[in-house]
């Protein structure tokens, strides 16, 4: 997949509000994978940002995803 496919599906995912952790798991995902784009984590940003509003606002379930940590040492 490429940016605008994963974008569109994360996209898609908080349109149907769903009631378990798929959001973050997926966004979690997504940021893993541009870590090393600076550009692209910027639109990641900004959904980072909608769903911490949506979650605060109680649309989403407020959750905590535990990952490791991937980055290359």
Avoid: C, H, N, W
Wanted: proline share 4%.
């Amino acid at each position: 997949m490429d940016l605008e496919q994963d974008l569109a599906a994360l996209r898609a995912l908080l349109a149907s509000s769903p009631q378990d952790d798929s959001v973050r798991e997926l966004y979690g995902e997504l940021v893993d994978r541009y870590r090393e784009d600076p550009a692209a984590l910027a639109q990641l940003k900004a959904f980072g940002d909608q769903i911490r509003k949506l979650e605060a606002d109680g649309q989403l379930p407020s959750t905590l995803v535990v990952r490791s940590d991937r980055r290359k040492r």
